[in-house]
């Protein structure tokens, strides 16, 4: 095994980048859709009637039905939003617009349903 010694200004600056890189890491993560989203606009669609909560536990929501399968992801600057609905098998597209961490707007066609996290 080789030894490798380095001086102190050196060792400094290495753990400096260290704590840079890992501070951004940390800084740069995703948005999320998990959780419990409260229709809180006058547009509805599925199951997203006004005041209506809809839940996103990673794998099912209830847009359509209790026991949908969605799939959330960014493509390019967007998000979008796949949904399955389990009763009929319908597949539809929508794209999200993150507001901020507790606030979206789902789009149905060019149809905002303004959505306000809840847990």
Same mark, same amino acid.
Request: glycine share 8%.
């Given at each position: 095994? &080789?030894? !490798? /010694? %380095? #001086? &102190?200004? !050196? /060792? %400094? #600056?290495?753990?400096?980048?260290?704590?840079?890189?890992?501070?951004?890491?940390?800084?740069?993560?995703?948005?999320?859709?998990?959780?419990?989203?409260?229709?809180?606009?006058?547009?509805?669609?599925?199951?997203?009637?006004?005041?209506?909560?809809?839940?996103?536990?990673?794998?099912?929501?209830?847009?359509y039905s209790p026991n949908d399968v969605?799939?959330?992801?960014?493509?390019?600057?967007?998000?979008?939003?796949?949904?399955?609905?389990a009763l009929f098998g319908e597949n539809?597209?929508?794209?999200?617009?993150?507001?901020?961490?507790?606030?979206?707007?789902?789009?149905n066609g060019t149809t905002p349903i303004?959505?306000?996290?809840?847990?």
């Amino acid at each position: 095994m &080789k030894k !490798i /010694t %380095l #001086t &102190k200004g !050196i /060792t %400094l #600056t290495l753990i400096v980048i260290a704590l840079i890189s890992l501070v951004t890491a940390c800084g740069s993560s995703e948005f999320t859709i998990e959780g419990k989203w409260k229709n809180v606009g006058d547009n509805t669609f599925g199951q997203a009637q006004k005041n209506s909560i809809i839940v996103f536990n990673g794998t099912n929501c209830n847009w359509y039905s209790p026991n949908d399968v969605y799939a959330f992801y960014k493509d390019g600057s967007d998000y979008t939003l796949d949904i399955t609905g389990a009763l009929f098998g319908e597949n539809r597209s929508f794209t999200v617009e993150v507001v901020d961490s507790d606030n979206i707007l789902i789009y149905n066609g060019t149809t905002p349903i303004t959505m306000q996290r809840v847990e």
